[in-house]
């Protein structure tokens, strides 16, 4: 089964930048539609942004737009967030998610995902 695996989490002062890879061991992820949510303290999941296995990519959320992009990077099997100008409300635990239906990404259902990785923490703070 697909396990996914975040990396690039850490401690960024505000204005900061981040970039998280989302791999997946022994696995390609070409097939696959390829989300990244988050979840900060006391809120919901919330989807960020999404890249399908075409290459074309979703923004769930306004305020991270022209600040946040996803990419795949298909040589190192893995799906970028590039994330820049960082706000402390950008702070949470950011997952990846892989989702084998097609269109997975234009329809932003979170039951659509299926397999995770554990999360990675992001902090964004003086």
């Known amino acids: 089964q697909l396990k996914l695996v975040e990396s690039g989490g850490g401690l960024v002062q505000p204005g900061g930048s981040l970039r998280l890879s989302c791999s997946a061991p022994?696995?390609?992820?070409?097939?696959?539609?390829i989300a990244w949510f988050r979840q900060a303290p006391g809120k919901e999941r919330e989807g960020v942004l999404c890249?399908?296995?075409?290459?074309?990519?979703?923004n769930y959320v306004n305020s991270v737009k022209g600040r946040f992009t996803v990419s795949r990077d298909n040589a190192k099997n893995t799906v970028d967030l590039q994330m820049n100008s960082l706000k402390p409300e950008d702070t949470a635990v950011y997952y990846c998610?892989?989702?084998?239906?097609?269109?997975?990404?234009?329809?932003?259902?979170?039951?659509?995902?299926?397999?995770w990785g554990q999360g990675t923490q992001v902090t964004v703070s003086s």
């Open positions: 998610a892989a989702s084998r239906y097609d269109r997975s990404c234009f329809r932003g259902v979170q039951a659509d995902f299926s397999s």
């Open positions: 022994g696995f390609t992820l070409d097939g696959y539609d």
């Open positions: 890249i399908s296995r075409r290459g074309s990519g979703i």
